[in-house]
T-cell receptor
Framework: GAVVSQHPSWVICKSGTSVKIECRSL??????MFWYRQFPKQSLMLMAT?????????EQGVEKDKFLINHASLTLSTLTVTSAHPEDSSFYIC????????????FGPGTRLTVT | RKEVEQDPGPFNVPEGATVAFNCTYS??????FFWYRQDCRKEPKLLMS???SGNEDGRFTAQLNRASQYISLLIRDSKLSDSATYLC???????????????FGGGTRVLVKP
């Protein structure tokens, strides 16, 4: 149980275009989802916390207008990287938790974004 | 100063040997601590929680030292499959707090060699 999927697993896009990444909880309802970014040889950095039906809370330094997050249902959250630039190339990972459950976050397999 | 700091390594470990490494955290109010394992180009996976009394899971032993604000991980009888990056994770909330924000350390890379 507690499986989280992400789609796509990898994507290459041209500079200036937008890319949407989906995060789904397959066998549980996720009231809270988190989006992380990981650059090569660096750790995961939390970008934003997303609660179903409400606006995402962004971490300091993360542009909310550039990284659009939508958590429209209890099983789906999307991250859209708008007007992507090469410096946005990174590994984007989502995780999900259930309400009333403990600390544990279930991670998706990640999406590798390359902007050319 | 980073909230969670780790020696990036790599720690080159002969197969069968023991390896140990630490992680320090800056927020004395932190309540929950974990070790995650991350393989190359994969998502992190929970290895074990860390309790004040110390805990063991097979070949893995984790310790928490609140006074000095560090946690440790020890791997005994290292296997080739233990090669990975080990991420130290800290949260401000208690273990039952849903939706806790996790703060990750930079990771310690371990390479187990035959």
């Amino acid at each position: 149980g507690a499986v989280v999927s992400q789609h796509p697993s990898w994507v290459i896009c041209k500079s200036g275009t937008s890319v949407k990444i989906e995060c789904r909880s397959l066998d549980f309802q996720a009231t809270t989802m988190f989006w992380y970014r990981q650059f090569p040889k660096q750790s995961l950095m939390l970008m934003a916390t997303s609660n179903e039906g409400s606006k995402a809370t962004y971490e300091q330094g993360v542009e909310k207008d550039k990284f659009l997050i939508n958590h429209a249902s209890l099983t789906l959250s999307t991250l859209t990287v708008t007007s992507a630039h090469p410096e946005d190339s990174s590994f984007y990972i989502c995780s999900a938790t259930t309400s009333g459950n403990s600390y544990e976050q279930y991670f998706g397999p990640g999406t590798r974004l390359t902007v050319t | 100063r980073k909230e969670v700091e780790q020696d990036p390594g790599p720690f080159n470990v002969p197969e069968g040997a023991t390896v140990a490494f630490n992680c320090t955290y800056s927020n004395s109010a932190s309540q929950s601590f974990f070790w995650y394992r991350q393989d190359c180009r994969k998502e992190p996976k929970l290895l074990m929680s860390v309790y004040s009394s110390g805990n063991e899971d097979g070949r893995f032993t984790a310790q928490l030292n609140r006074a000095s604000q560090y946690i440790s991980l020890l791997i005994r009888d290292s296997k080739l499959s233990d090669s990975a990056t080990y991420l130290c994770v800290v949260t401000p909330g208690g273990i039952k707090a849903a939706g806790n924000k996790l703060t990750f350390g930079g990771g310690t890379r371990v390479l187990v060699k035959p």
